[in-house]
């Protein structure tokens, strides 16, 4: 028999306080795996939303509003911008990507939004993993009043290619200023996206037009506007340009002028998430307090088995193994229990992680991937098996200096 | 095999005052014969084993066995001179509850790697069947008879072939019958593999199975000044 499986069997021979002992362990860290997995989830999800765009073009105001209420269809935007911020823009010739997006109404609680088939382009990124949207069903929207649907979408209000429906202005139901009566004109439903874990799965969309046209502004195609020089107020533009030094440029420009302002989105993401920072370090110092806690416990439930186990170690010891055996004995036994724990608690975390990212993407919509191993983890399943080791140092202590001679009759 | 050299042993009774237990002046045994040694109840017959087994050093004085000096030794080179040299059966058997009578006796062995390895599970059998237990093999202690529990700790303290087995008060858990025959037994098994026995009791029933008889009286000094029992 090895030790380790001597451990095994004292560990058997107790298996219940051993296993409420464990629970304490995954406790701690499935609290812990739980905060840094869903933390940094939704800084991907945040970071995949916005990674096509290098700027957001939006009216004044919170410029976390600006990203958060175009790019990911939360909150209401700050404004619109006049359109020849638009047009100064499209004719620009270091802009290499242009989408704009209006905003305005809803169906069942799903924005719809008002674009260019140029929104469908671009590839959005994290690491190495890229989300595309693709037409699924039925093709994009051709003519005004022509929707295509994403896919959580089209599933949660049931819609399917042919279908009508009539917007409601506002994001809510019965909320805002119901759109001129006389404007009011049905959808219908000419294609579904594939699922692609960004915003535009629980997001409606049309042309432009539909937008202007529901809200009584006199509307003409895209490129009519664009020649006549004037048109329809936009919520906002998302862009790309040849190089850095082109959107700093631009950014000065609008950001002078008094009718917009530039988002660098990754920015934004960047200062949301060290407001949230302080947050999280709190959430994370508690968890690790309960880990020490969760450590303590292995530590007095092992002091327990020691002193229950007196007689038992005196033998062992009667039997030829030296006193470090004996302390190698319970540190394996502490190990073993730590190790039970932490991967219960790894098992834990990732579940409560998931739970969580689910629900954080449907009341949000911000995709929070969990299942990528972060390399906190590992280097966390290290401290935790030191700290399961060191649990075991004073229960192997006391049995390091125990009197053999005084333990080998029946305790009285 | 023993050797004791003025050897005082006594036990601390708090308030700095200690009790005297033993006082020999000098014991030697010859190697292979079957000792026993007697004697009322708490006149030092545990000590004594617990000072020639090593799990004890004296106040004062030498304990040899087969030639070494155990005070002389480190507390864990004495765990492994134990080991390897000396059978010893407790007065309360102090079998491993976790572990099957087979893995008691294999557990013996691990320890003190006098066996080979791959030998341990075959021996273990072959010792419990010696003993009569050789159909429980797989039972824990708490499954057994008291008498069945000392049987499994003879075996177990024969594993690593001692030369010296102790044997403490065999008749304290059974019935004198019993005792008896387990003592037979052991005396058996020694003789058979050469081993030198020392048993200790205050059973006088028990005396007939060994060679030889010392009064713990004739010498114990602490006793002759009537300072215990
Ligand atoms: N750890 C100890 N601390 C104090 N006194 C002890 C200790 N161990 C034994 N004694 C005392 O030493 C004396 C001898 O004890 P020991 O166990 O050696 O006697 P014994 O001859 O084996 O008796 P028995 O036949 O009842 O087993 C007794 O008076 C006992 O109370
Ligand atoms: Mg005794």
Known sequence: MTLVQIALRYLRARWFPNLLTAACVSLGVGLLVAVIVVARGVKEGLLLGTSPYEMIVGAKGSPTQVVLSTVFFLDVPTGNIPFHVFRLLKQHPRVTLLVPVNLGDSYKGFRIVGTTPDYFTPVFQLGRREHRLRVAQGHLFAKDFEAVVGATAAREAILTVGDQFLGIHGLEEGIGEQPDPAHRRQYTVVGILAPSSTAADRAIFTTMGSVWAVHGLPTAPLEELLTRGEGPPITALFLRAQSLMDLMLLATQLNGGPDAQAVFPGRIVDRLFTMFATGETIVEAIAFMVLIVAAITVSLSLFGATIERRREMATLRALGASPGTLVKLLLWESALISLLGTVAGFGLGRGAAYIASRIIETSSGIYVPVWQLSALEPAFLGAMALLGVLAGLIPGLTAYRMEVADHLVPLA | ?229
């Open chain 2, 1 to 229: 095999m023993i050797e004791l050299a003025e050897v005082q042993k006594s036990y601390p009774m708090g308030g700095g005052e200690r009790l005297p237990v033993l006082d020999i002046h000098a014991f030697a045994l010859p190697a292979g014969k079957r000792w026993a040694i007697v004697g009322p109840s708490g006149t030092g017959k545990t000590t004594l084993l617990h000072l020639v087994a090593g799990i004890l050093t004296p106040t004062a004085g030498n304990v040899r066995v087969a030639g070494t000096d155990l005070t002389s030794l480190r507390p864990a080179e004495r765990d492994q001179f134990r080991a390897r040299n000396i059978g010893y059966v407790f007065q309360s058997f102090n079998l491993l509850a976790a572990f099957t009578a087979l893995e008691n006796v294999m557990l013996a062995m691990q320890f003190s790697k006098v066996i080979p390895q791959h030998q341990h599970r075959a021996r273990a059998t072959e010792l419990l069947q010696r003993v009569g237990l050789g159909h429980r093999l797989v039972h824990k202690p708490a499954q057994l008879s008291n008498g069945e529990q000392q049987r499994v700790a003879v075996a177990r303290a024969l594993a690593n072939r001692p030369c010296l087995l102790l044997m403490d008060e065999p008749s304290a858990h059974l019935d004198t019958e019993t005792a008896q025959r387990v003592t037979e037994l052991v005396g058996e098994l020694c003789a058979e593999g050469e081993v030198t026995l020392l048993v200790a009791t205050h059973d006088p029933h028990l005396l007939e199975s060994v060679d030889h008889v010392v009064e713990m009286q004739a010498i114990n000094r602490v006793l002759a000044r009537g300072a215990v029992v």
